[in-house]
Nanobody, 125 residues
Framework: QVRLVEYGGRLVQAGGSLRLSCVAS????????MGWFRQAPGKEREFVAAIQWRGGSVAYADSVKGRFTISRDNGENTVYLQMNSLKPEDTAVYYCAARETYGIRWSDPRTYDYWGQGTQVTVSS
């Protein structure tokens, strides 16, 4: 069992920046990949970024590459998502997720085993 809690979502103007945090607790040694997803009303859950917990390999969605950066602090059991140059289309609930497998594509939300409650990010134009 893994518990994930997100922090940092709020209202921000277009062009601004936010840093989201995800704190993991419980059986974190079973989690191999940590990911960030987002979901806007009426839309499917969308992959944002992911990171291999132990090795640090990263992956990004094309829509955020160059603007967002995922990182982790192993000692604090925390994953971060630094979001720069925010756009109104980035508005969504952002979820932190963890999975116990490595080889399956990281962008598929169906492959993740644990999810946080989400944090709302709103970007005004």
């Amino acid at each position: 069992q893994v518990r994930l809690v997100e922090y940092g979502g709020r209202l921000v103007q277009a062009g601004g920046s936010l840093r989201l945090s995800c704190v993991a607790s419980g059986r974190t040694f079973t989690s191999y990949v940590m990911g960030w997803f987002r979901q806007a009303p009426g839309k499917e859950r969308e992959f944002v970024a992911a990171i291999q917990w132990r090795g640090g390999s990263v992956a990004y969605a094309d829509s955020v590459k160059g603007r967002f950066t995922i990182s982790r602090d192993n000692g604090e059991n925390t994953v971060y998502l630094q979001m720069n140059s925010l756009k109104p289309e980035d508005t969504a609930v952002y979820y932190c997720a963890a999975r116990e497998t490595y080889g399956i594509r990281w962008s598929d939300p169906r492959t993740y085993d644990y999810w946080g409650q989400g944090t709302q990010v709103t970007v005004s134009s």
